[in-house]
């Protein structure tokens, strides 16, 4: 009540979900995210995306790819149709699974006098890099829709000279969730998982139904799906024990807080020697011992 936005949030729990589509996938899993609360525009989706690429780099050290999609291309397009919900709804389900062949059998009867129909029966295919803008702008069949390619394009650039480029996707097809997200959405994959490891977006009207009318963005990491990707590569984070002589304690822990930044488990010996180190290190399976002295000296075990 009493807070001055924009506010960020921050969680890790546990979530429970059900579905009858959830395909043997267990319906609880350990869920964290963030939320910015208060703040619309270019660079409150700017931070959330680009803090979305840092949370994959984070979490998996592996390959990983980023979709970023904007719902105002998709909902000025279904806002012009005269089709039933039944129908809008088929049509949602069809271009978030990419099944083109039932898409096109939907739309084409009414194709030829519709251009929001012509595209839609495209928009599973508006799938790629920054080329993909120039495809959507081409059967664009509105003003607003070619705002949010336009703002979309926008942010992409940003990312991109920030040396994202690699890393990010475009996909105009992301509308599952359509009435939650309002604006810029995305969604995260690593390398070893078929689950989507990250998703969120902008939902300006959702706290309005809560007494507090405020644009928000925020994300969710799905941390179990996180970890079996990584078992699955065997990758293994690095794990180091930090073992440091008398009057060398000071840059012991700084090194501490250089290597816990860098995304390395690391613990501070508590043994005299460096033998009972290295053995207390070997025991507990560590990859590393690092000892400090008059000599920096990095031992792999």
Do not use: W
């Not at 069809?94 to 129909?117: G, Q, R, T, V």
């Not at 700084?254 to 290597?259: F, P």
């Amino acid at each position: 009540k009493n807070f001055v936005p924009p506010i960020r949030l921050y969680y890790n729990q546990k979530v429970y979900r059900m579905s009858p589509s959830m395909s043997g996938r267990s319906g609880e899993f350990t869920q964290c995210g963030i939320e910015l609360i208060g703040a619309g525009g270019r660079k409150a989706d700017l931070e959330m995306a680009a803090t979305a690429v840092t949370a994959l780099k984070s979490a998996a050290k592996i390959d990983f790819r980023l979709e970023l999609g904007h719902v105002g291309f998709y909902k000025s397009i279904i806002d012009d149709l005269p089709f039933e919900a039944g129908v809008i709804e088929q049509i949602r389900g069809f271009i978030e699974a990419k099944n083109y062949a039932a898409l096109h059998d939907l739309l084409a009867p009414s194709a030829e006098d519709s251009a929001c129909c012509r595209a839609l029966m495209v928009l599973p295919r508006l799938f790629g890099g920054g080329e993909v803008f120039e495809q959507a702008l081409a059967v664009a069949p509105n003003e607003a829709s070619s705002r949010a390619i336009c703002y979309l394009s926008g942010l992409y650039d940003e990312l991109c000279a920030m040396g994202l480029r690699d890393h990010i996707l475009i996909d105009f097809g992301l509308v599952s969730q359509i009435d939650y997200y309002s604006g810029v959405v995305f969604r995260g994959f690593v390398q070893g998982s078929g689950e989507t490891i990250l998703s969120g977006g902008r939902y300006d009207s959702l706290l309005s139904a809560f007494g507090a009318d405020l644009p928000a963005t925020g994300f969710a990491v799905n941390v179990d799906a996180v970890a079996k990707a990584v078992e699955y590569t065997g990758l293994k984070r690095e794990t180091v024990l930090l073992h440091y002589e008398k009057g060398y304690e000071k840059a012991a822990f700084e090194r501490r807080e250089q290597l816990i930044a860098s995304g390395t488990v690391c613990e501070m010996s508590v043994f005299e020697t460096e033998e009972e180190a290295e053995s207390y290190a070997r025991l507990r399976g560590m990859s590393r011992l690092d000892s400090i002295g008059a000599q920096y000296r990095i031992r792999e075990l």
